[in-house]
């Protein structure tokens, strides 16, 4: 399953920026978005390190509530490797 995730950019630097999210920092390319004009603050939709499309802080937040309640959801491996909910 692919997934993207909200960031938050803390830097710019040309093509790439760094960006933020649940204490996760990472380097993402800005490439497929350079037609935007970003800021740092902006939320970014990012998938396996490049920025998709800019979003709405109260779309960036919505999203990470639609993960959460998909992980809440979902059971849990334990320690011995079994499945349960966590």
């Known amino acids: 399953m692919c997934l993207a995730i909200p960031m938050q950019i803390t830097r ?14 990472r380097d993402i390319d800005l490439m497929l978005i350079q037609d935007q004009a970003l800021v740092v603050g902006d939320f970014v939709i990012v998938h396996v390190g490049y920025a998709l ?7 960036a937040l919505a999203t990470w509530r639609l993960l959460d309640e998909m992980d809440d959801a979902t ?12």
Do not use: F, N, V, Y
């Open 12 to 25: 710019l630097d040309g093509d790439t920026a760094r960006a933020a999210s649940r204490g996760i920092e």
């Open 75 to 86: 059971p849990a491996e334990t320690d011995d490797g079994a499945l349960g909910h966590a």
């Open 53 to 59: 499309q800019r979003l709405d802080p109260e779309d």
